[in-house]
């Protein structure tokens, strides 16, 4: 591949801590592209919707290896909603990285590299964006992958409990619930998972208690 001629537009390159999924507190290189065809309700990265700046494979590959940390994850926006995106995963692998793959569920998942962690958000109804979900790409779902709901309110809990039992995601991929920052109080949830027994992981946005909440970079 000629890593001078492929191109994405991208927000942000970083390294920082970890917030979410089953990597969380591990220092990890986020690659933010720019773009994002939903617009959840309560979306915290609006500001990679447009802009960014349009970076060649080898700048995109070459600002990464110089943090010296072998977990990256690929996130956006929405990063699948540039085609280019999955180029870059699959070098990335092939460069010897653990690649996390962070995405709404509403694009096709079929052309993502299979040796990079999916973490798919399923989106409930509270994100005002169900409705543009790609329920196929929960079937491609596997072992080393993660399904994740943001919950807003108990709505969204019980709705994500049906999801769960419809698609036989538990046998299928490590869950995620986390509730959303400001909206949501924890101890509810928590004691909701607890009643139910879910066999879930309950995750806070840890970035968002180690900085301010609205803080870029991190």
């Given at each position: 591949m000629d890593l001078t001629n492929r191109h994405l537009q991208v927000t942000e390159i970083f390294h920082s801590i970890q917030g979410e999924s089953s990597f969380a507190g591990h220092p990890c290189v986020f690659v933010r592209l720019t773009g994002c065809p939903l617009r959840c309700t309560w979306c915290d990265t609006d500001y990679a919707f447009h802009g960014g700046e349009r970076l060649t494979f080898e700048t995109i590959l070459n600002q990464v290896r110089a943090y010296n940390c072998r977990?990256?994850?690929?996130?956006g926006g929405e990063p699948l909603s540039q085609a280019a995106t999955t180029e870059?995963?699959?070098?990335?692998?092939?460069?010897?990285?653990?690649?996390?793959?962070?995405t709404s569920g509403?694009?096709?998942?079929?052309?993502?590299?299979?040796r990079t962690h999916v973490i798919l958000d399923v989106k409930?109804?509270?994100s005002g964006m169900v409705d543009r979900m790609d329920?196929?790409?929960?079937?491609?779902?596997?072992?080393?992958?993660?399904?994740?709901?943001?919950i807003k309110d108990r709505q969204d809990y019980?709705?994500?409990?049906d999801v769960l039992a419809q698609y036989g995601l538990i046998d299928r991929c490590p869950i995620l619930f986390s509730p959303v920052f400001g909206e949501l109080d924890l101890q509810p949830i928590a004691e909701w998972i607890l009643e139910d027994q879910l066999p879930v992981r309950f995750q806070v946005q840890l970035h968002k208690f180690i900085w301010a909440p609205d803080m870029r970079g991190v």
């Open positions: 977990l990256v994850e690929v996130t870059l995963i699959s070098m990335l692998c092939d460069q010897g990285f653990d690649v996390l793959l962070e509403a694009i096709d998942t079929t052309p993502v590299d299979p409930c109804p509270g329920w196929t790409n929960l079937d491609r779902l596997s072992k080393k992958d993660e399904a994740k709901f943001v019980e709705w994500a409990k």
